[in-house]
C-alpha cells in the first residue's frame, strides 16, 4: 500500500505562485510514476503533470506549459508541483496520484493511490 498526503494549497492573487507537495508513505518503490491531477467544481478531473521516476521525462497539460513545474526527491518520497502565473482558472482542489507504471499518463484508470486533494484558490 502507498499512502499520499498533499499540502501547500492557499488562496493566493492571480500571478501568484505556489509549491504543492504530496509526501508518499508505504511501498513507495512500486510506484515509481506520479503526477498531480486537479478537480475544478463541475468539471472532470484532468491530468495536469507527471513525472517518472528519475524524473528525467515530465509531461505536462497544455493548459499549464510553461507555468508549472513537476519535480521529485526520492530520498524524502516527495513530489511537487511548482505553480507559477496563477490565473483564475486554475482554481481547483490538486490531487497527488501514483502508478506502478514508470510511466507519464494521462488517464486517470491508470493510476492505482491517490491522496485526498489540498484546494488551490487564485482570486482575480
Known amino acids: 500500500q502507498v499512502q499520499l498526503v498533499e499540502s501547500g494549497g492557499e488562496l493566493v492573487q492571480s500571478g501568484g505562485s505556489l509549491r504543492l507537495s504530496c509526501a508518499a508513505s508505504?511501498?513507495?518503490?512500486?510506484?515509481?510514476?506520479m503526477a498531480w491531477f486537479r478537480q475544478a467544481p463541475g468539471k472532470e478531473r484532468e491530468f495536469v503533470a507527471g513525472?517518472?521516476?528519475?524524473?528525467?521525462?515530465?509531461s505536462y497539460a497544455d493548459s499549464v506549459k510553461g507555468r508549472f513545474t513537476i519535480s521529485r526527491d526520492n530520498a524524502k518520497n516527495t513530489v511537487y508541483l511548482q505553480m507559477n502565473s496563477l490565473k483564475p482558472e486554475d482554481t481547483a482542489v490538486y490531487f497527488c496520484?501514483?502508478?506502478?507504471?514508470?510511466?507519464?499518463?494521462?488517464?486517470?484508470?491508470?493510476?492505482?493511490?491517490w491522496g485526498q486533494g489540498t484546494q488551490v484558490t487564485v482570486s482575480s
Open positions: 508505504g511501498r513507495t518503490f512500486s510506484t515509481p510514476g
Open positions: 513525472i517518472t521516476w528519475s524524473g528525467r521525462t515530465t
Open positions: 496520484a501514483a502508478t506502478v507504471r514508470n510511466t507519464i499518463a494521462v488517464l486517470i484508470d491508470l493510476y492505482n493511490y
